[in-house]
């Protein structure tokens, strides 16, 4: 599920605190980084679990709406479409969803205010009226409104600051977990059931999965085990400008795309080089993207020409980019 892109992040987070800090014990660097990415299934199964307690607060109106003294004939009969809803449901019964959120001690009930708001909010979308006006609703329909629903949640502000509340790590990857959390419930079927396994955003019964961690944790390891050396070479290529004055941001980026041309072989230069760029674009200055490309493109043709970059298979260099 975690794409290669995001762990390249999470390595690149790991490796600037270490450039910043004075931990140097690679054992408990490592260690620390592969707990924090499993600790991402902690967040996805909080962020669905708005969808369980938002089913039972719904219920829990409808039904303290048809107890007043004198409720309205909609109160009195109401259209139970929503609560009743096939694919809420199912993740609610689902017998691993509940373990882990028992797991995690996870409880909304002192947040009523705030899910009261969401459902008053929701029930003006279009979305949610259309689909009470329906006269027969599919799996599909019931799976819509749900993704819907999770949208709106997720985008809710006064939510996410309980998060964050919650555990302060969770706020760089908030949204990026979401958005991981909404492909799982897009993919759910309607085979889904109580006793179905329940998809984690990163899930070691998937061996590519595990292969990608692998993938992470050897990069951040074999940064940090060449520093010196990748330094010496950053130097090398700087012919316009200080090494000292250079953000250490992009002097990470620059290190951890050395790691990988040397020391990676399936890995495709352009793959990484692109990657790189990306990874400034989201984590450096405004100015950054064009000197990573530069330094990183001299730097590639002197580790080529020394030969040092040796690519196998799908590693080899895509030579229209050159």
């Known amino acids: 599920m975690l794409s290669r892109h995001f762990l390249r992040s999470k390595v690149l987070q790991s490796l600037y605190a270490h450039a910043v800090s004075d931990s140097d014990?690679?054992?408990?660097?490592e260690k620390n980084f592969t707990h924090n990415i499993r600790r991402l299934n902690d967040l996805g199964i909080t962020q669905v679990s708005t969808l369980v307690y938002f089913l039972e607060f719904a219920k829990k109106s409808i039904e303290e709406a048809k107890a007043k003294f004198r409720p309205t004939q909609e109160e009195a009969n109401p259209n139970m479409r929503f609560v009743e809803n096939t694919f809420a449901?199912?993740?609610?019964?689902?017998?691993?969803?509940?373990?882990?959120?028992?797991?995690?001690?996870?409880?909304?009930?002192?947040?009523?205010?705030?899910?009261?708001?969401?459902?008053?909010?929701f029930k003006t979308k279009d979305a949610y009226k259309n689909y009470m006006a329906l006269e027969t609703a599919t799996f599909e329909d019931d799976?819509?409104?749900?993704?819907?629903?999770?949208?709106?949640?997720?985008?809710y502000e006064a939510l996410v600051d309980v998060f964050i509340e919650r555990n302060l790590f969770w706020e760089d990857d908030f949204y990026q977990v979401a958005q991981y959390s909404l492909?799982?419930?897009?993919?759910?079927?309607?085979?889904?059931?109580?006793?179905?396994?329940?998809?984690?955003?990163?899930?070691?019964?998937n061996s590519q999965e595990i292969e990608d961690l692998d993938f992470a944790t050897q990069l951040l390891r074999k940064t940090i085990l060449?520093?010196?050396?990748?330094?010496?070479?950053?130097?090398?290529?700087?012919?316009?400008?200080?090494?000292d004055r250079v953000a250490i941001m992009?002097?990470?980026i620059l290190k951890m795309a050395i790691t990988e041309f040397v020391s990676f072989?399936?890995?495709?230069?352009?793959?990484?080089?692109?990657?790189c760029v990306e990874l400034s674009k989201e984590y450096s200055t405004d100015k950054s993207k064009l000197f990573i490309n530069g330094i990183l493109d001299?730097?590639?043709?002197?580790?080529?020409?020394?030969?040092?970059?040796n690519k196998q298979g799908r590693g080899l260099f895509d030579e229209s980019f050159l």
């Not at 882990?100 to 459902?119: G, V």
């Not at 060449?226 to 090494?243: A, G, V």
């Not at 002197?302 to 970059?309: F, K, M, P, V, Y």
């Open 25 to 29: 014990d690679l054992n408990v660097i």
């Open 89 to 121: 449901i199912a993740l609610s019964d689902n017998y691993e969803l509940k373990k882990a959120c028992d797991y995690l001690k996870i409880n909304w009930t002192n947040y009523n205010d705030i899910f009261r708001n969401l459902y008053n909010t």
């Open 143 to 155: 799976k819509s409104i749900i993704i819907a629903l999770f949208k709106h949640i997720m985008n």
């Open 183 to 205: 492909n799982i419930l897009k993919k759910l079927d309607s085979s889904f059931s109580a006793a179905s396994e329940f998809p984690l955003i990163y899930d070691e019964r």
């Open 226 to 243: 060449s520093l010196d050396e990748n330094t010496d070479i950053i130097r090398h290529n700087l012919k316009q400008w200080e090494y």
């Open 250 to 252: 992009d002097i990470v």
């Open 265 to 275: 072989p399936s890995i495709p230069e352009k793959v990484t080089i692109n990657e």
């Open 298 to 309: 001299k730097i590639h043709n002197e580790l080529r020409s020394q030969g040092r970059i």
